[in-house]
């Protein structure tokens, strides 16, 4: 059974975040909130959600501001009212694990992230390691490694294009094209070419997202802004000493993902958290699987191998 609820965003105007509850049949014997990517929306893991119900999990997730329904009109798509857009959106995913944590207090609890989900999930760790508690496990999907000198030059580039419109300006095509960088070659990255996508081998699947005009967007400034730093936050060895050590955490992801550097990216977080004493910390890269590794071929397969890994941190 899918059903809605809302709550206020920590942003200027106190945005109506949309939310959505899967919940299966029968006694739950545990809940997972899902953290959607950049561009997309929460009921893009409909199916996902339902393979949870069936082995009796609650599923609970939000559109980010500036996503799906939580706007104020689609005309804001794209668009995030914040000066601090990371901190906001990470606060929104704490406001909802909140909720989720009165309604279901004495059942297991585990969080997954994907793509800037997974950033923002990442920076999470870091800013509410003393509140996030009761957690079994986290999932950090489609997720890489920026580095540092490359998020300071985007922020340059982004800070420079602000002057121009402020933060609520739609990026360029430039400044776009900038996140594409060399994993990517290859790839096709504006759907004219559906079976060389970086989204996933899956074609229908590819066909739909860039038919769906909640998957084609374009991101404000201010929501590369929040890609940057969070990526940048979440991948300095400072910031992830802090995360609770005793928090078990899955990084999952395809092993031609270009976000993860085809799998060079996502091995490099891995080895710092590792390197900073998270004691349950292990890594799966899909085999020839790309970046929405919840739409490939193989899907069965992934719901498999993450439902494994959460019985066993059950």
């Known amino acids: 059974m899918k059903e809605y609820y809302s709550?206020?965003?920590?942003?200027?105007?106190g945005t109506k975040i949309h939310a959505v509850k899967w919940s299966p049949e029968g006694q739950p014997v545990g809940v997972i909130q899902l953290v959607h990517g950049m561009i997309e929306y929460i009921e893009r893991y409909d199916e996902f959600a339902e393979y949870l119900n069936s082995q009796g999990f609650v599923v609970m997730g939000h559109d980010?501001?500036?996503?799906?329904?939580?706007?104020k009109d689609h005309s804001d798509w794209g668009v995030l009212h914040t000066d601090t857009p990371s901190e906001t959106c990470v606060d929104d995913i704490f406001s909802n694990y909140k909720i989720i944590k009165e309604q279901y207090p004495d059942i297991p609890y585990f969080l997954l992230g994907h793509s800037m989900g997974s950033y923002l999930v990442r920076h999470m760790l870091t800013l509410k390691a003393s509140e996030f508690t009761g957690v079994s496990g986290v999932i950090i999907m489609g997720t890489g490694t920026v580095q540092e000198s490359a998020c300071k030059a985007g922020m340059t580039v982004l800070k420079l294009v602000k002057t121009?419109?402020?933060?609520?300006?739609?990026?360029?095509?430039?400044v776009i094209n900038l996140m594409y960088d060399a994993?990517?070659?290859g790839f096709s990255t504006d759907g004219s070419e559906p079976e060389k996508s970086w989204l996933s081998t899956n074609i229908e699947s590819?066909?739909?997202?860039?038919?769906?005009?909640?998957?084609?967007?374009?991101?404000?400034?201010?929501?590369?802004?929040?890609?940057?730093?969070?990526?940048?936050?979440?991948g300095r060895e400072e910031n992830i000493a802090r995360i609770n050590k005793e928090l078990?955490?899955?990084?999952?992801?395809?092993?031609?993902?270009?976000?993860?550097?085809?799998g060079a990216g996502v091995t490099e977080a891995f080895n710092k958290y590792k390197n900073a004493g998270i004691k349950d910390v292990s890594i799966h890269l899909f085999p020839g699987d790309r970046h929405e590794i919840l739409n490939e071929m193989d899907r069965q397969d992934v719901?498999?191998?993450?439902y494994d890994w959460i019985k066993q941190h059950m």
């Open 248 to 262: 078990p955490i899955l990084f999952v992801s395809g092993e031609q993902d270009p976000v993860g550097g085809l």
């Open 303 to 306: 719901y498999a191998f993450i």
């Open 64 to 71: 980010h501001i500036g996503h799906g329904e939580s706007v």
């Open 164 to 174: 121009f419109g402020g933060w609520d300006k739609q990026a360029p095509k430039f």
């Open 206 to 234: 590819v066909k739909k997202y860039y038919s769906d005009p909640k998957d084609t967007f374009v991101f404000s400034l201010n929501g590369y802004r929040l890609l940057i730093t969070s990526a940048g936050f979440s």
């Open 183 to 185: 994993p990517y070659k």
């Open 7 to 13: 709550f206020k965003s920590c942003d200027r105007d």
